[in-house]
C-alpha cells in the first residue's frame, strides 16, 4: 500500500468544495489583494492567538524578514538562531544585512538550546530566533528571561507550529515579541500557495509591519518606511479561513496518529521516537524518529522503495551551508545538531492518515531497522 508523506488530496475532499464556495465573492469583487478576506482572515488569526495584531504578508519567509525589519534590525546587528532548521530563518537575517550566529539544539527534542543565549550573545546581538521546529514550542520561558536580561528582541519563528501550546498557551502568548507563521500548503494549516502571517501583542509593532508589507505607505503613496511588497492574497486568505475552523481537529488527528507511532515504534531498540517536553503541546507538524544504529540514508532509500514517503528535516545544518562559509563554521562546532541531521528521519502523521497505512509505515521501519 503505497503512503505519501502528506496527502494534500484527501484534506481536499473534505474541505474543497467549502473553499470553493468562499471564492465566489473574490471573483465578484476583483479585490484579489489586502481585500476583506483578508482583514478577516487576520482578525480570525488574532483571535485564534490570543494577540492584538496579526499581519499577512506573502510568505512565511517574508514574515521574518517583516519582523526584524519592525525590530529595526539591520547591518552591524547579530542575531542568534538555530543552526538545524529551514534555511528561511537563517536567510531572513540575512536579507536584512545583519549576521547570523548559529546556536546549537536540544539533543533530545532538537529546538533552540536556551544556554546558547548565554554562549553566543554579544554586544552586537539585536535578537533571538527561536524556531518551534516539528510543532513543538521551545521552552520560551528560559529564553524569554535570558535575552531579556540582555534586551534582545524576540522573533519567535512558528512556521511549522500554529496552534502549539507552552504551558497552556499558544503561539502568540508565549512571551516573543513577534510570532511568525508560514501557510506553506504542507503546514498544519495551508494555503494553496504561499502565505505568511505576523502576530504581535505590541500596537507599534503591529503598525509597523502594516506599512513595511506595503513599500512602507501609509497613506497610498506617501512613504514614512523603506518596506517590501509582501502582500496575502484575497484567495489564500480566503481558503485559510475555511481550513483554520478544521484546524484543532486536525491538530488531534496528528496527535492519535503519533500516539499508535509512540506504542508500536517505541520498543524499538534502533528508532527513538519524538520527546515531547511536559510543557508543551505538539501539533506535530512532523512526526520525527532518530535511526540510532546503521545508515539512516539506508533507511530512508529502503521506506521509499516500498513506496512510502519520508523526509530527513534537515540533512546539513546552517553553520555548514556554502553560502555561509564566509563566517567559518565547521565540523564539530555544533555537535548536536550535526548528528541529528545524520540520524533524522520524518514519516507519515497527517490526519487523514489510516490505521492500514500506519501499519505499513510501521512495518517498514521494524524490517529495515529491527
Known amino acids: 500500500m503505497p503512503v505519501p508523506l502528506l496527502d494534500l488530496k484527501a484534506q481536499w475532499k473534505q474541505v474543497g468544495k467549502e473553499i470553493v464556495e468562499s471564492l465566489d465573492a473574490i471573483w465578484e469583487s ?5 481585500g476583506p478576506q483578508v482583514k478577516q482572515f ?15 504578508c506573502a510568505s512565511g519567509s517574508d514574515a521574518l524578514v517583516l519582523a526584524l525589519m519592525a525590530a529595526d534590525v539591520g547591518p552591524g546587528d547579530e542575531v542568534i538562531v538555530p543552526t538545524f532548521t529551514f534555511f528561511a530563518t537563517a536567510g531572513a537575517v540575512s536579507r536584512v544585512g545583519a549576521t547570523p550566529v548559529f546556536a546549537d539544539c536540544d539533543p ?19 535578537a533571538v530566533i527561536p524556531v518551534h521546529l516539528f510543532g513543538q514550542v521551545c521552552p520560551m520561558e528560559e529564553i524569554v528571561d535570558k535575552s531579556k536580561a540582555r534586551n534582545l528582541v524576540i522573533i519567535e519563528d512558528a512556521a511549522q507550529s500554529i496552534g502549539a501550546k507552552y504551558k497552556g498557551k499558544r503561539c502568540g502568548q508565549t512571551g516573543g ?41 501609509q497613506p497610498k503613496y506617501y512613504h514614512a518606511l523603506i518596506g517590501m511588497n509582501s502582500r496575502l492574497d484575497s484567495v489564500q486568505a480566503a481558503a ?28 524499538l531498540e534502533n528508532i527513538e521516537t519524538p520527546k515531547i517536553d511536559a510543557d508543551c503541546w505538539s501539533i506535530y507538524n512532523q512526526y520525527t524518529v ?39 563554521g565547521k565540523e564539530g562546532d555544533l555537535p548536536n545538531a550535526e548528528l541529528a541531521a545524520k540520524q533524522v528521519l520524518s514519516i507519515p502523521i497527517y490526519p487523514e492518515l489510516t490505521a492500514e497505512q500506519r501499519d505499513e509505515v510501521v512495518t517498514a521501519l521494524k524490517e529495515l531497522v529491527g
Open 290 to 328: 532518530r535511526v540510532l544504529k546503521g545508515s539512516r540514508d539506508d533507511v530512508v532509500a529502503g521506506i521509499k522503495e516500498r513506496g512510502i514517503g519520508c523526509e530527513v528535516y534537515y540533512p546539513i545544518p546552517l553553520h555548514l551551508q556554502e553560502c555561509y562559509a564566509h563566517l567559518g
Open 108 to 126: 533530545v527534542n532538537y529546538n533552540l538550546l536556551p544556554s546558547e543565549i548565554d554562549r553566543l550573545a554579544t554586544d552586537k546581538t539585536k
Open 177 to 217: 515579541d513577534i510570532v511568525t507563521f508560514s501557510f506553506f500548503p504542507s503546514k498544519n494549516l495551508g494555503c494553496l500557495g504561499d502565505g505568511g502571517m505576523c502576530v504581535t501583542n505590541c500596537d507599534e509593532l503591529g503598525a509597523k509591519m502594516l506599512k513595511l508589507r506595503n513599500h512602507g505607505a
Open 240 to 267: 485559510l479561513s475555511v481550513k483554520l475552523r478544521y484546524l484543532e481537529g486536525w491538530h488531534e488527528g496528528r496527535r492519535e496518529n503519533a500516539v499508535d507511532y509512540d506504542a508500536k515504534l517505541g520498543a
Open 30 to 34: 476583483q479585490f484579489y489583494i489586502n
Open 42 to 56: 487576520e482578525q480570525e488569526v488574532a483571535e485564534y492567538c490570543g494577540t492584538s495584531h496579526a499581519v499577512g
